[in-house]
């Protein structure tokens, strides 16, 4: 029988949708992450952020894994090689778009943290009879920035200190994330969402999978490579972290940022976030490819074609 095509307009709408609705569902729980991840002084927290910025990323890694797998597929089966090859694939193109929303997302998240370490730290008590007065309108300064914060004007801000390669800061870290985490969660996806389905076990993961076992399966293999990968993913937070806090390391690289982290804060703190990423990734995917396979793109492309 002849192989069904993939439609990449409808894959993309697909995987927008399933990232829109699922990074709403976890956005508290991957909030409180990142603030774990840049923790390295006093426990702070307090902002939002703008939870669209990730959908991009998860149209392009559902897609572009399809995409790859049908074009590795020989007669509808593809081997393990090809399962991890298309994973790498899917991991490598979302990283055009995953750096600079990462970027953009981890400066949104970690405003509030920096704001009120920076009331606390104006409001301690010092030698003069009467700073309460400053240190009220330096917290108040703080919060009101914190909740200036935008998007638009981080962008803006970035590109007019940095340039484009400012957005880009820290791609070398988001590929050893993400690579190694797609190379991990598509295929084992893909056994999962299989089980009962010997016949396909290598094929099509989507074809004749009723939404909960593609919920379950993206639970469990975002949860396993969630947590594989979190080590890398605190590396790429550091550095993709442009204001530091009191006390807070600045790092030159990849290789810099490992070996103050190492030296500093012992090797557990490459762990720093790995349960909220766990709890994050889990639903996040579980729910992204229960969407992803609903067909919502074919169904939008059939209407208006």
């Known amino acids: 029988m002849p192989e069904k095509k993939v439609s990449l307009p409808a894959k993309l709408i697909n995987g927008g949708v399933a990232g829109l609705v699922g990074v709403t569902c976890v956005f508290p729980i991957d909030l409180a992450k990142t603030r774990l991840q840049n923790q390295q002084g006093a426990r702070v927290y307090s902002a939002a952020v703008n939870l669209t910025l990730v959908t991009p990323e998860k149209a392009i890694k559902l897609a572009a894994n399809d995409i790859f797998r049908q074009k590795l597929s020989k007669d509808g089966k593809l081997p393990l090689w090809g399962e991890i090859l298309a994973g790498c694939g899917a991991g490598t193109c979302q990283v055009v778009v ?25 409001s301690a008590p010092a030698a003069s009879p009467a700073p309460s007065l400053v240190a009220s309108r330096t917290a108040q300064a703080g919060h009101a920035a914190a909740r200036r914060a935008s998007a638009t004007s981080i962008t803006l801000e970035l590109l007019r200190t940095r340039g484009l390669r400012g957005l880009y800061r820290g791609t070398g870290a988001t590929l050893l994330r993400d690579v190694p985490f797609s190379m991990i969660y598509f295929p084992l996806f893909a056994k999962l969402n299989a089980v009962g389905r010997r016949e396909d ?24 490579a969630a947590v594989a990968v979190t080590p890398l993913d ?17 790092y030159r690289g990849i290789i810099d ?49």
């Open 98 to 122: 995953t750096t600079p929303m990462e970027m953009l997302k981890i400066q949104l998240q970690d405003a509030g943290r920096l704001a009120a370490q920076r009331s606390v730290s104006a």
């Open 201 to 224: 076990l290598h094929g099509n993961p989507q074809d004749r999978a009723p939404f909960m076992q593609s919920f379950m399966a993206g639970c469990a293999a975002g949860s396993v």
């Open 234 to 250: 605190v590396i790429k937070t550091r550095l993709q972290t442009l204001q530091k806090g009191q006390g807070e390391d600045s």
């Open 257 to 305: 940022c490992t070996r103050r982290i190492l030296n500093r804060e012992g090797p557990l703190a490459f762990l720093k976030g790995a349960t909220c990423r766990a709890l994050v990734i889990a639903p996040l995917f579980g729910i992204a490819q229960g969407v992803y396979f609903l067909g919502i793109g074919e169904k939008v492309l059939g209407l208006l074609g």
